[in-house]
């Protein structure tokens, strides 16, 4: 295990939570203000080339020529890198609308894997759904004609998406269980749900394939104990300390952490501590041997060498 030692922080506006790079070393992050940004690498410039409706969160590209972004309440979009147009994609399933929406991943023929983390609470609520344990999260399939179905339901707070490189399956973080689950897609196992890796030494947030093909886990907080004593609970007590101030409630500690794992759930990479003027560490990508980070709460991305 080594620690963020050699951690560069760059400044991009408030709360980038997910992070992407492009062939050119570029970074895109979308912010609590519903920007997106790019930013030319570590000292490069910072430059606005979109603003969608909702609070965008996970990104991932859509062919060569849009952003997917998933946007929380407004649902998931795509976004025109040449002029920052934004259409609509998916913002309701069966007649009922989606409002929290997270994370997704895409396949190369511009199928999309993405989740709704609850359907009781909205992303900023996210406190009360891990509270209540609603589990009510679900990843989701969207075809490139439009088609939604439904892959798994059940999950705690369903969050980060990652896709296998040869898209025999889909994983999904669940936040509130500490644990990585996956569907397979392809051969004699299509359709069967499995865990990756369980037991994480925090709740996962994003999660993302690297292009060295391991799958980037990332842990904001280590596993809260006063949570897990709280599920113990009977529902009717999870409801009421659900409703009590925030700054009663569990919260986040504040050693940050990233995994990687391979394909059967190995551990190959950890890395844990503090990033000064970083905090709540929620997305990640790693490409080419480098790091890059995103940040619910703060107002910078970090990069680190591998």
Do not use: K
Request: proline share 6%.
């Amino acid at each position: 295990m080594r620690d963020f030692s050699g951690t560069t922080v760059v400044a991009v506006g408030e709360g980038p939570e997910d992070v992407l790079v492009d062939g050119e070393g570029r970074v895109y992050s979308g912010l609590a203000d519903g920007r997106i940004v790019r930013v030319g690498g570590p000292g490069g410039p910072v430059e606005t080339i979109a603003r969608v409706p909702g609070r965008p969160l996970g990104l991932e590209f859509l062919g060569e020529d849009e952003l997917l972004v998933c946007a929380s309440d407004a649902g998931l979009l795509a976004v025109t890198l040449a002029d920052g147009a934004v259409r609509t994609l998916v913002d309701r399933v069966a007649g009922a609308p989606l409002e929290a929406v997270n994370n997704a991943a895409v396949a190369a023929d511009g199928t999309i894997y993405f989740t709704d983390s609850s359907q009781r609470f909205r992303i900023p609520d996210w406190r009360a759904d891990l509270v209540q344990r609603t589990a009510s999260g679900r990843l989701f399939r969207r075809t490139p004609e439009g088609a939604v179905t439904l892959l798994l339901d059940g999950l705690e707070f369903a969050n980060g998406v990652a896709l296998a490189a040869d898209g025999s399956w889909v994983a999904v973080a669940e936040t509130g269980a500490a644990r990585v689950r996956r569907v397979w897609l392809t051969g004699e196992r299509s359709g069967v749900a499995e865990d990756l890796v369980d037991d994480l030494p925090g709740h996962p947030d994003n999660i993302a394939l690297g292009s060295d093909g391991l799958v980037w886990i990332t842990l904001p907080s280590p596993r809260v104990t006063s949570l897990a004593a709280i599920h113990r609970l009977p529902a009717p007590l999870r409801v009421l300390l659900s409703r009590l101030p925030r700054w009663l409630q569990p919260r986040p500690g504040r050693t940050l952490g990233v995994l990687a794992v391979d394909g059967s759930g190995r551990e190959v990479h950890r890395i844990s501590g503090e990033i000064p003027g970083f905090e709540m560490l929620t997305g990640v990508r790693e490409a080419d041997g480098r790091l890059w980070f995103g940040s619910l709460t703060g107002g910078t991305v970090a990069t680190l060498a591998v």
